[in-house]
């Protein structure tokens, strides 16, 4: 059958040589096998086989069990029965060697249950496939499509001429058909559009990474902008809360009593009493505070009075400066005279 096939293939391209000086022959292939994998159908009922096939391999182990239980049964009491019942077990063992062998052909041999279902739920979506095969054919002109998966010996394919994916895009867009309006229907056709164009054309697909590269950097700083204006917004806002905050408490003269007694300690510095050794008086600010407040009034003074000195020397000297102007001009008015 594959040598049939294989001269069926000769044939036909020794007939297209004819063709080739007019236009270049367009040959694609698909992997169904990928296809498969990637149809949500076929994955839900291959995973429900699963299943299935599990609890068959479950059922022959558990013959396994039994037979060599029975096995080592006989083999410690073959000593004490008689040929007839030795017979008997052991015709009893092979019955029961064969029926698991025949469960086992039946369920996972060459034409068991196992290939005949997964041939079952790989035939309609096979037929879509060719469907979608020939459309994308007759639409851009393709000479030869062949599956990968087959029997068909591929000793090297190019990327560039796999449209499994278009297949795909073909059977999800019939899928979802239904439930897309004209609008969306059509704005998905020129999506699908674009991504076949790129499939064909590995230039273009390079540059299209390049672009989606450059617009996910793009999105990140703007989302990191808008992170950082988030943060400061939220910053101000709590500053501004602090703030409000602090005014209430002093309106409402929950602060105001320290600020006095400071105020008072500052004016009067001789009026302060010395703390108790008793800790009766809580009024009594605590000393460091009224260092804080002496150290405070000692700067100011100091600098106030190195200002007061300053301004003094400098009219002192603009005075000098004017006196020698001026006795600079009394003196060349007497020359001249």
Same mark, same amino acid.
């Given at each position: 059958?594959?040598?049939?096939?294989?001269?069926?293939?000769?044939?036909?391209?020794?007939?297209?040589?004819?063709?080739?000086?007019?236009? *270049?022959?367009?040959?694609?292939?698909?992997?169904?096998?990928?296809?498969?994998?990637?149809?949500?159908?076929?994955?839900?009922?291959?995973?429900?086989?699963?299943?299935?096939?599990?609890?068959?391999?479950?059922?022959?182990?558990?013959?396994?069990?039994?037979?060599?239980?029975?096995?080592?049964?006989?083999?410690?009491?073959?000593?004490?029965?008689?040929?007839?019942?030795?017979?008997?077990?052991?015709?009893?063992?092979?019955?029961?060697?064969?029926?698991?062998?025949?469960?086992?052909?039946?369920?996972?041999? /060459?034409?068991?249950?196992?290939?005949?279902?997964?041939?079952?739920?790989?035939?309609?979506?096979?037929?879509?496939?060719?469907?979608?095969?020939?459309?994308?054919?007759?639409?851009?002109?393709?000479?030869?499509?062949?599956?990968?998966?087959?029997?068909?010996?591929?000793?090297?394919?190019?990327?560039?001429?796999?449209?499994?994916?278009?297949?795909?895009?073909?059977?999800?867009?019939?899928?979802?058909?239904?439930?897309?309006?004209?609008?969306?229907?059509?704005?998905?056709?020129?999506?699908? =559009?674009?991504?076949? /164009?790129?499939?064909?054309?590995?230039?273009?697909?390079?540059?299209?990474?390049?672009?989606?590269?450059?617009?996910?950097?793009?999105?990140?700083?703007?989302?990191? !902008?808008?992170?950082?204006?988030?943060?400061?917004?939220?910053?101000?806002?709590?500053?501004?809360?602090?703030?409000?905050?602090?005014?209430?408490?002093?309106?409402?003269?929950?602060?105001?009593?320290?600020?006095?007694?400071?105020? /008072?300690?500052? *004016?009067?510095? /001789?009026?302060?009493?010395?703390?108790?050794? =008793?800790?009766?008086?809580?009024?009594?600010?605590?000393?460091?505070?009224?260092?804080?407040?002496?150290?405070?009034?000692?700067?100011?003074?100091? !600098?106030?009075?190195?200002?007061?000195?300053?301004?003094?020397?400098?009219?002192?000297?603009?005075?000098?400066?004017?006196?020698?102007?001026?006795?600079?001009?009394?003196?060349?008015?007497?020359?001249?005279?």
């Amino acid at each position: 059958m594959r040598k049939q096939f294989l001269f069926i293939f000769l044939a036909l391209i020794v007939a297209s040589t004819s063709q080739a000086q007019t236009r *270049t022959t367009r040959i694609g292939y698909i992997d169904m096998e990928y296809i498969l994998e990637n149809v949500s159908d076929y994955k839900e009922a291959k995973a429900q086989l699963e299943l299935k096939a599990q609890k068959w391999k479950q059922e022959i182990e558990a013959k396994k069990l039994e037979i060599n239980t029975l096995k080592e049964s006989l083999k410690a009491e073959k000593a004490l029965l008689t040929k007839e019942l030795i017979d008997e077990r052991e015709t009893e063992i092979k019955f029961l060697e064969d029926e698991m062998l025949d469960y086992q052909q039946k369920q996972f041999g /060459a034409n068991g249950n196992l290939i005949h279902q997964k041939a079952a739920l790989a035939k309609p979506i096979q037929d879509q496939v060719f469907t979608a095969v020939q459309d994308i054919a007759e639409a851009k002109n393709y000479d030869f499509v062949f599956d990968k998966s087959s029997d068909l010996t591929m000793l090297f394919s190019n990327k560039r001429f796999d449209i499994s994916d278009q297949v795909l895009r073909i059977l999800n867009r019939t899928d979802k058909r239904e439930q897309l309006t004209k609008k969306q229907l059509k704005e998905q056709e020129a999506v699908e =559009s674009k991504e076949n /164009a790129i499939d064909e054309n590995p230039a273009m697909a390079d540059r299209q990474k390049v672009l989606d590269e450059k617009r996910t950097a793009r999105e990140k700083l703007i989302e990191d !902008r808008k992170l950082e204006q988030e943060a400061k917004k939220k910053e101000y806002e709590d500053r501004r809360k602090a703030i409000l905050a602090e005014r209430e408490a002093k309106k409402n003269g929950t602060v105001s009593e320290p600020a006095k007694t400071n105020e /008072a300690v500052k *004016t009067d510095p /001789a009026t302060a009493k010395p703390a108790t050794t =008793s800790g009766t008086d809580d009024t009594t600010p605590p000393e460091p505070t009224v260092n804080k407040a002496e150290e405070r009034q000692k700067l100011y003074e100091q !600098r106030k009075k190195e200002l007061e000195e300053r301004r003094k020397k400098i009219i002192e000297e603009r005075e000098a400066a004017k006196k020698a102007k001026e006795a600079e001009t009394q003196k060349t008015n007497t020359t001249n005279n």
